[in-house]
């Protein structure tokens, strides 16, 4: 098996033991390839195993590997978003992770294309309120989580976060469980998500603990990446 192939293999099976450690439904958590700043060999090679969703973080990036990859693949945008650079995402991709504007998630319902679906949505939350991560409130996510009601072109499926990097098991659990927290309380209140995008190489067992439904995952596939200049 080449290197790629067993990381893969890697991967599923770390993600279906933690499903049966912590009493999750089998194939309850999927996973999302974090592709940025890979090269297309390697996405290509990814997908050739069965690997279908592929998440992207800098659109100057991501767009020439959407336009030449094809085949039946769900693209996720999961970097920083800006408000001049709505259009791409909302032309060329079927989720956003990084949703915390009213302002951004207004342009990207009057771009969103009508031949396609509304675009999937979860909003950032920075649970562990950390100065240096994007990310809203809870308090604030509810009330961006009411005013999405308003457009129709976006389709809110749920939350998602990047925790502080921790080594520790039980430290790497707490953000997870608030943001599940957050996320039932939603649920309670009407809203019908089904998706908590937490846990990456580094945590995925501790997410998944906490109910994870979606697993982003970059080094875990494809090594260790290059620092960006
Ligand atoms: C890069 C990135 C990941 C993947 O991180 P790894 O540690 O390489 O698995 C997940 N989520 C976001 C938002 C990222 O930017």
Not at 17 to 38: I, M, N, W
Not at 112 to 117: E, F, G, I, V
Request: with cysteine.
């Amino acid at each position: 098996m080449n290197s790629i192939a067993k990381r893969l293999a890697q991967i599923r099976t770390r993600i279906t033991q933690a499903e049966q450690d912590y009493q999750r439904p089998p194939g309850s958590v999927k996973l999302l390839a974090v592709s940025k700043t890979r090269p297309l060999a390697d996405l290509q090679a990814l997908r050739a195993l069965g690997q279908q969703r592929f998440a992207e973080n800098y659109l100057q990036d991501a767009l020439p590997k959407i336009a030449t990859l094809n085949g039946d693949i769900d693209w996720h945008f999961i970097g920083p978003l800006q408000s001049n650079k709505t259009r791409p995402v909302a032309e060329h991709f079927h989720w956003l992770h990084t949703l915390e504007r009213l302002k951004i998630a207004r342009r990207l319902n009057d771009q969103r294309p009508a031949s396609l679906p509304p675009l999937n949505v979860c909003i950032q939350v920075n649970i562990s309120a950390d100065p240096n991560k994007a990310g809203l409130t809870p308090e604030a996510a509810e009330t961006l989580a009411n005013e999405l009601a308003e457009l129709p072109r976006l389709r809110l499926r749920g939350l998602m976060t990047l925790p502080r990097r921790e080594q520790d098991f039980e430290r790497q659990r707490r953000p997870f469980r608030e943001l599940h927290g957050l996320y039932q309380q939603l649920c309670q209140s009407g809203f019908e998500l089904d998706t908590l995008s937490m846990g990456m190489t580094n945590d995925l067992e501790a997410a998944i603990a906490e109910g994870s439904t979606l697993v982003r995952v970059g080094s875990g596939l494809f090594g260790p990446r290059k620092p960006v200049q």
